[in-house]
């Protein structure tokens, strides 16, 4: 976790990869309707504005730093329990 943490997961990287494939995507959003394409504005944007407050650049700096914590000992991670693959468990 720590070797993902300090290379592929890394905040800038993702956010940059969103800034990069926004554009290419938003048209064929913006073809289904204008509330999905006022959505998708909402989730890749910078935060703050409508009624997405969280956005996936927001979550992703929250999360990084979630598991920097985790891995410092510094806080402990949640179980939720769900309806995914694994028996509905998914560790955050």
């Known amino acids: 976790m720590r070797e993902f943490s300090d290379t592929i997961f890394r905040p800038e990287r993702i956010i940059a990869q969103v800034n990069e494939l926004a554009p290419v995507i938003r048209p064929a959003i913006?073809?289904?309707?204008?509330?999905?394409?006022?959505?998708?504005?909402?989730?890749?944007?910078?935060?703050?504005?409508?009624?997405f407050d969280e956005t996936i650049k927001t979550f992703?700096?929250?999360?990084?730093?979630?598991?920097?914590d985790q891995l410092a000992g510094k806080a402990q991670g949640s179980v939720l329990h769900g309806h995914g693959g694994d028996g509905g468990i998914a560790h955050f």
Request: net charge neutral; charged share 25%; aromatic share 6%.
């Open 30 to 51: 913006a073809q289904e309707s204008g509330g999905k394409v006022r959505w998708f504005d909402s989730v890749v944007g910078e935060g703050g504005s409508g009624n």
């Open 60 to 68: 992703v700096k929250a999360r990084a730093q979630s598991v920097e």
